[in-house]
C-alpha cells in the first residue's frame, strides 16, 4: 500500500506525459487532411474526443488527488441546536415513508424536543397526513406544486423556524447518529453552509443486478459519492446531492431559498450558497441509505433530468460570471457540465471504426506500428492509473460499460437542453421495489446500441475476410482490436437491457444477528445469514426439527435492537456442514417491525467496496451467457436432510437383518437393504430403548432416481426432542449433505 501511494505521482506524471505526447503526434502526423471531406469531417471529430478526454482526466486527477475530508468536530451537549428534518414526497407509498420516518425518529441527539421531523407531502395526500399524525411528526402540504421539489421544500421554510434543515428523499433512511455527526460542524464558528454525506443504497443497481455483477462490483455512484465529492470538497466545491444533507437557514435565505427554475435545485442551491461565501462540508462517512432505481426506465429518466439539469444551471447561473467563485470552484463546476457530454465523445469512439471497416473513412492516418508504439502505452497507463487512483473503486472497462449502456439516452437529452429545448416537467424517479418472475427484455431502450453493435460485428467480419482474401494487414490488427472492444461494450449495454427477474419484494440483507426458536417450550439458538421485511434466514449448528406446518415464534437481536415475530418455515438447507432454515413471517406488532426495520436499516449496507478480480473481460461476459440460460429451481425442502451413511441392526418381523440408512430427516429416512421391507425397527441405543419405527412408502420409493426405498418414521414426535438422536445417527459420520 505504502509503494502504490508513493508510486501515485511518478506514475501520473509518465501518465500525462506520454498522453500529451500522443495528442501532439496525433494533431502533427495522423490527421486525416489529405483525403476527402468526410474523412477529414470525422478525423477532426474524433482528435476533438480525444482532446476533451485528456482535459476531462486533467480536471478528474486534480478532483480525487486528496479525498481527505473532515471528522465531526467535538460539541458540547447544550450547544446542539433546532433541526427541521424534511422529508420531500410527492408519489411515494406510504410503507416507504414510513421507514424513512421510523429511521428519523430514531435518530440520537442531546435534547430530542429540539429535532422537529416534518413530511413535505407535494401530492396533499390523505393517507399520508393520517400517517404522520399516527406516527406523531410534522405535515406539510400545499394545493399547488410550482416548482417541484424546489417548490415544496421553500413552502416548508415559510411554516418552520429552526436554524438548521436536514433534507432527505423519501427513500433515504437515516442511521441513528446522522444527527451527532452532522450538526457539531456548524458549532464551529465558522460560516457553513451546508454539510453533505454520501448517497449510499441498500439495494443493488440495474448495473449491478441486471449484469450478475451485484456481489463483484460496487454501486456505480460510488465513485462519486466516495471519490469525486470528497475530492471536490477541498476545493468548497462539493454538490449538494438534495438529500442527507443540513443546511443553514441562514444560507438559504441570503440566496432566496432553494432555487427554482431548474430540474436541478440541489445543484444549483449548493453552487449559489458556496459563491456567498460559505464553507462547505463533505463528510465521507454513510450515515443513510436508500433505493437505487430499479428498473432502466426510470434510471434513464434520472440520468436524463440530471444532465439537462446541469445545463440548465449553467444557463441561468454560470459559475465562470458568478461573483463569489474562485478559479478552482469555477473549473470545479465546469467539470461537472462537462462529464455530460461523455453519449457525444462515446457515440465518436463507437462508430469511428466501423466508418473505416465498413465505408472506408479514414479517422486516423499513420502506420500500425507507429499507433502501438505511441497509442499502446498510453492505453494501458489509463487503465492503471485509473485503477490506482480510484483505490478499484471502478475501473476503466465498468467506465466504459456504463457510457456505452447510457450514452444515446443522456447524449439526446443534454444536446437538446443545450440548444433550447428546455425540460420543465419531469418523472419524479419511482421508489417502488419492482418484482419480475421472469427475464424482461427492455431491447427498445438499446436500439442504438444493438446497430451499432451488428456493424461492429460485420465490420470485424469484414475485415478478417479482407485479411484472409487480400492478405495481411499490420493495420487490421488495430481495426480489429477496437471494433472487439467496443463490440464487448455494446453487447454488455444490450446484456443490461435484459433485465433480471426479482421475486422478493423485500431486500434481503446479509445481517448477522442472535436468533433465537422457541417450540413446544424449547429454545433453539442459532445466528441469522440474511434478513428482510418479510422473511428470514436462520443458521443452526445442528440440525433440529421444527414442524413445517405449525408457526413458530422467532427473535432477532442485535446490541441495539431485538424483534419477535410469528414466522412458517419456507425452505431447509444444507450450509457448510450446518443447517439454514428460511422462514417467512406471518405475523409482528409494529412495536416489533419498528425494530426489525432498524436492524435492517440502521448499519452500513454490506455491498462490494472495490471491483473484485473476478470481474474481468472474459468473466463478465460468462457470468450473463450462464445467468440467463440457468433456471431458477424451487426450494420447497422444509426439514433438515442428515448425511448418516451407517449400517445399522434392523428387526423386521422380529428377524434381524442389516440395512444401510443413507439420510435421514426426522420424518423420513433412506434405507437401502438386501430386500425390501414393509417394516422394521432400527434401535439407535444399546439398550433399544431410542429406536426408530419405519414404514415402507412405496409411492415415495417408486418415485426416487436412486433406486432406493424411503420409509416413515412413524414415531419421530417421540424422537424430535431426544438430544442423543443425531449423535447416534451419525457418531463417526458428521457431514452434511447438500440439498
Known amino acids: 500500500m505504502v509503494r502504490e501511494q508513493a508510486a501515485k505521482p511518478f506514475l501520473l506524471a509518465i501518465f500525462f506525459v506520454s498522453y500529451i505526447f500522443y495528442l501532439g503526434w496525433r494533431a502533427l502526423y ?43 468536530p467535538e460539541a458540547h451537549v447544550g450547544e446542539f441546536p433546532d433541526v427541521d428534518v424534511f422529508v420531500a414526497t410527492y408519489n411515494e407509498p406510504p410503507d416507504l415513508l414510513y421507514k424513512t420516518i421510523v429511521g428519523c425518529k430514531n435518530m440520537e441527539y442531546p435534547d430530542q424536543t429540539k429535532v422537529h421531523i416534518y413530511i413535505c407531502d407535494d401530492g396533499n395526500r390523505s393517507e399520508i397526513a393520517d400517517l404522520c399524525q399516527r406516527m406523531g411528526v410534522g405535515y406539510i402540504t400545499r394545493t399547488v406544486n410550482t416548482h417541484a421539489k424546489a417548490g415544496n421544500l421553500n413552502n416548508a421554510l415559510t411554516k418552520t423556524t429552526s436554524p438548521y434543515i436536514v433534507t432527505f428523499d423519501a427513500d433515504m433512511i437515516p442511521m441513528h447518529d446522522f444527527l451527532k455527526k452532522t450538526t457539531p460542524f456548524f458549532l464551529t464558528g465558522e460560516p457553513i453552509g451546508f454539510v453533505q454525506i454520501p448517497q449510499n443504497f441498500y439495494n443493488p443497481d440495474p448495473f449491478q443486478y441486471n449484469l450478475f455483477s451485484e456481489n463483484h462490483i460496487p454501486n456505480e455512484q460510488q465513485l462519486f459519492s466516495r471519490l469525486i465529492q470528497a475530492g471536490r470538497s477541498n476545493y468548497n466545491a462539493a454538490i449538494y446531492a438534495g438529500s442527507n444533507t443540513v443546511i443553514s437557514r441562514q444560507a438559504l435565505a441570503d440566496i432566496g431559498g432553494f432555487v427554482v427554475g431548474t430540474i436541478t435545485e440541489d445543484f444549483a442551491t449548493g453552487m449559489l450558497i458556496q459563491s456567498r461565501g460559505y464553507k462547505c462540508i463533505y463528510l465521507n462517512e454513510v450515515h443513510a441509505s436508500g433505493l437505487s432505481p430499479e428498473s432502466l426506465e426510470d434510471l434513464y429518466n434520472q440520468r436524463i433530468r440530471w444532465g439537462r439539469g446541469v445545463v440548465q444551471t449553467f444557463k441561468a447561473f454560470n459559475p465562470f460570471f458568478m461573483k463569489g467563485l474562485d478559479l478552482k470552484q469555477k473549473m470545479m463546476y465546469f467539470s461537472a457540465l462537462s462529464y455530460w457530454y461523455f453519449g457525444v465523445w462515446r457515440f465518436i469512439f463507437l462508430c469511428s471504426p466501423i466508418l473505416y471497416s465498413l465505408f472506408g473513412i479514414v479517422v486516423l492516418s499513420a502506420p500500425a506500428l507507429s499507433v502501438l508504439l505511441i497509442w499502446g502505452p498510453m492505453f494501458i497507463l489509463t487503465h492503471i492509473v485509473f485503477k490506482l487512483f480510484t483505490g478499484n473503486i471502478r475501473t476503466t472497462i465498468w467506465s466504459h460499460i456504463y457510457d456505452t449502456a447510457l450514452f444515446p439516452h443522456v447524449a439526446k437529452g443534454v444536446i437538446l437542453e443545450t440548444i433550447g429545448f428546455k425540460m420543465i416537467n419531469f418523472k419524479v424517479t419511482p421508489k417502488d421495489n419492482i418484482t419480475r418472475t421472469k427475464f424482461s427484455n427492455k431491447f427498445n431502450l438499446v436500439r442504438v446500441q444493438i446497430v451499432l453493435a451488428a456493424l461492429s460485428l460485420i465490420g470485424i467480419v469484414k475485415i478478417t475476410i479482407q485479411w484472409f482474401t487480400t492478405g495481411f494487414l499490420s493495420s487490421y490488427v488495430i481495426i480489429l482490436f477496437w471494433l472487439s472492444y467496443n463490440l464487448y461494450l455494446l453487447a454488455m449495454a444490450i446484456f443490461f437491457a435484459s433485465e433480471r427477474p426479482k421475486f422478493r419484494s423485500a431486500e434481503r440483507m446479509p445481517i448477522s444477528a442472535g436468533a433465537k426458536i422457541d417450540q413446544a417450550g424449547m429454545e433453539f439458538w442459532g445466528t441469522t445469514d440474511d434478513i428482510s421485511e418479510t422473511g428470514v434466514t436462520i443458521i443452526f449448528d445442528r440440525p433440529i426439527y421444527l414442524d413445517p406446518d405449525s408457526i413458530h415464534v422467532a427473535g432477532i437481536h442485535t446490541e441495539r435492537y431485538s424483534a419477535k415475530f410469528s414466522a412458517k418455515i419456507v425452505h431447509v438447507d444444507n450450509f457448510e456442514q450446518k443447517y439454514k432454515y428460511a422462514f417467512s413471517i406471518v405475523h409482528i406488532d409494529e412495536s416489533d417491525f419498528q425494530q426489525l426495520l432498524l436492524i435492517l436499516y440502521d448499519r452500513v449496507p454490506l455491498a462490494p467496496q472495490k471491483t473484485q478480480k473476478d470481474s474481468v473481460f472474459y468473466l463478465n461476459l460468462t457470468k450473463n451467457f450462464k445467468g440467463r440460460r440457468k433456471h431458477v429451481l424451487a426450494m420447497n425442502r422444509k426439514l433438515p436432510r442428515i448425511a448418516v451413511d451407517k449400517t445399522f441392526l434392523a428387526y423386521c418381523d422380529g428377524a434381524p437383518v442389516s440395512v444401510r440408512i443413507h439420510d435421514f430427516n426426522y420424518e423420513f429416512c433412506v434405507i437401502s437393504s438386501a430386500r425390501e421391507y414393509k417394516s422394521m425397527t432400527i434401535p439407535l441405543s444399546p439398550d433399544g430403548g ?50
Not at 474523412?39 to 478532483?63: C, P, R
Not at 412408502?697 to 424422537?719: K, V
Open 690 to 739: 431410542l429406536a426408530l419405527e419405519c414404514t415402507l412408502n412405496l409411492e415415495l420409493s417408486n418415485r426416487n432416481p436412486r433406486g432406493i426405498l424411503i420409509y416413515e418414521i412413524s414415531n419421530y414426535r417421540e424422537l424430535v426432542n431426544s438430544s442423543e438422536l443425531i449423535d447416534l445417527l451419525t457418531a463417526d459420520k458428521q457431514t452434511a449433505l447438500a440439498a
Open 30 to 72: 495522423t490527421l486525416p487532411l489529405k483525403y476527402d471531406p468526410l474523412s477529414i469531417f470525422f478525423g477532426l471529430l474524433l482528435f476533438w474526443a480525444e482532446f476533451v478526454g485528456f482535459i476531462e482526466s486533467i480536471m478528474f486527477y486534480l478532483t480525487i488527488k486528496n479525498t481527505n475530508t473532515p471528522t465531526t
